[in-house]
C-alpha cells in the first residue's frame, strides 16, 4: 500500500534458443539467471508467487510456490510471435490447473527492437484453468476477480496438492 518494492525476483531460467529461420534468442549472452525461488509475497489480492516469461516452461517452479503457499502466480512476460502462438495460452493454462492457482501473464505486444517481436495476449487464468481476462495484439489493458473463495473451493473438491507422491518422483526405474 506505501508503494515500496516488497520483492525481487531474478529470472531463474534463460531463454537460449534456436528455431532455424523463425527465431534465436541467447538471453545468457547478456544476463545472469537468478539463483533463488522467493516465498509468496502476501498482497491484498492473495499470496503472490513470482516468475517470469521462460519460467513459465518449468511446471517446477510453479509447484514449488504453490506448496510454499502461492494463490496467484505471475509470468510477465516477452514470449516470441513463434513461441508465444503456439504455446503461450496453453502453458499458462496447464499452470493453472496443475497448482490450481490463479495466473496472471502481463505480455509485452509488437515490435522490441528490429530483430524481435513479442506475441502479446496478456492473459488471466483461473485455479480450474478457464481463462477469465485476456487482451489481443497491441496495447491493452484486462481486468479479473481474483476469487479466493473459488480457489479454495477448487482445492477442496480436487485435492491434488494433497494426492501429490514426491516418494515417486525421480525414481523412475
Request: net charge positive.
Amino acid at each position: 500500500p506505501p508503494g515500496r518494492r516488497v520483492a525481487a525476483y531474478r529470472k531463474a531460467h534463460l531463454c537460449d534458443v534456436e528455431l532455424p529461420g523463425r527465431v534465436c534468442m541467447r538471453e545468457s549472452a547478456f544476463t545472469n539467471a537468478g539463483t533463488q525461488l522467493l516465498p509468496p509475497v502476501s498482497t491484498p489480492a492473495g499470496k503472490l508467487g513470482l516468475s517470469i516469461c521462460y519460467d513459465l516452461r518449468f511446471p517446477e517452479i510453479s509447484l514449488a510456490l504453490r506448496r510454499a503457499g502461492a494463490e496467484i502466480l505471475t509470468y510477465p512476460s516477452a514470449f516470441t510471435v513463434t513461441t508465444g502462438s503456439a504455446h503461450w495460452e496453453v502453458l499458462l493454462r496447464a499452470r493453472a490447473i496443475e497448482t490450481q492457482c490463479y495466473v496472471v501473464a502481463a505480455a509485452q505486444s509488437g515490435q522490441n527492437h528490429e530483430g524481435r517481436s513479442s506475441y502479446g495476449h496478456t492473459l488471466v487464468a483461473d485455479p480450474w484453468g478457464t481463462v477469465v481476462a485476456q487482451c489481443g495484439d497491441g496495447p491493452g489493458l484486462c481486468y479479473a476477480q481474483i476469487d479466493l473463495g473459488y480457489l479454495h473451493r477448487v482445492r477442496q473438491e480436487i485435492p491434488v496438492h494433497s494426492h501429490r507422491r514426491p516418494d515417486l518422483y525421480g525414481t523412475v526405474g
